[in-house]
T-cell receptor, first 114, second 113 residues
Framework: ETGVTQSPTHLIKTRGQQVTLRCSSQ?????VSWYQQALGQGPQFIFQYYREEENGRGNFPPRFSGLQFPNYSSELNVNALELDDSALYLCASSMTGSSNQPQHFGDGTRLSIL | GNSVTQMEGPVTLSEEAFLTINCTYTATGYPSLFWYVQYPGEGLQLLLK?????DKGSNKGFEATYRKETTSFHLEKGSVQVSDSAVYFC????????????FGKGTKLTVNP
């Protein structure tokens, strides 16, 4: 069984730039969620994708956007990067349709904004 | 909205000591409750879960009981090991259909030999 994989593992950008983070869901999972984890904090829900459509969104501005592909992999795009966007970005996958199905997390992408 | 409050860390224990990490929640409806663990440089791993009141989740010697009357889900282990050193997160699932997780701020545990 292949787990959740994320790429890249680390990334350094400057303010105003754009970034794309990638996630491959665990085998058999059809739903992907993205979280932002600031240093010393718990993860914050950004949004979730199911059947290639956004299925719930947290309190993040529109410059955070995403995609889900037919193979259930996903991308997180962030435009106009700000210093506060520096964080660990976590992707989690699950199987919608199974009640209370726990989410499985990847190891994250560490994004640093200079 | 839904929220989770964990005891502040860090927590430092000696090997074989008893561990309790407190977690309380605020939620509408009947959420599912989780404990996740994060080792240095890694993502989150599900440690245990409980889906309804009075359920007890357990794994690797850790236990937590879903207490609806006190809105709590405290994590316990009778005898910690050095390898248990990590950050522990309490979380609940949003029953609004999106299944998003709402996390506490995390409690860092260090176990010394």
């Amino acid at each position: 069984e292949t787990g959740v994989t994320q790429s890249p593992t680390h990334l350094i950008k400057t303010r105003g730039q754009q970034v794309t983070l990638r996630c491959s869901s665990q085998s058999g999972h059809n739903t992907v969620s993205w979280y932002q984890q600031a240093l010393g904090q718990g993860p914050q829900f950004i949004f979730q994708y199911y059947r290639e459509e956004e299925n719930g969104r947290g309190n993040f501005p529109p410059r955070f956007s995403g995609l889900q592909f037919p193979n259930y992999s996903s991308e997180l795009n962030v435009n106009a990067l700000e210093l506060d966007d520096s964080a660990l970005y976590l992707c989690a996958s699950s199987m919608t349709g199974s009640s209370n199905q726990p989410q499985h997390f990847g190891d994250g992408t560490r994004l640093s904004i200079l | 909205g839904n929220s989770v409050t964990q005891m502040e860390g860090p927590v430092t224990l000696s090997e074989e000591a008893f561990l309790t990490i407190n977690c309380t929640y605020t939620a509408t409806g009947y959420p599912s409750l989780f404990w996740y663990v994060q080792y240095p440089g890694e993502g989150l791993q599900l440690l245990l879960k409980a889906t309804k009141a009075d359920d007890k989740g357990s794994n690797k010697g850790f236990e937590a009981t879903y207490r609806k009357e006190t809105t709590s889900f405290h994590l316990e282990k009778g005898s910690v090991q050095v390898s248990d050193s990590a950050v522990y997160f309490c979380a609940l699932s949003d029953q609004g259909g999106s299944e998003k997780l709402v996390f506490g701020k995390g409690t860092k545990l260090t176990v010394n030999p």
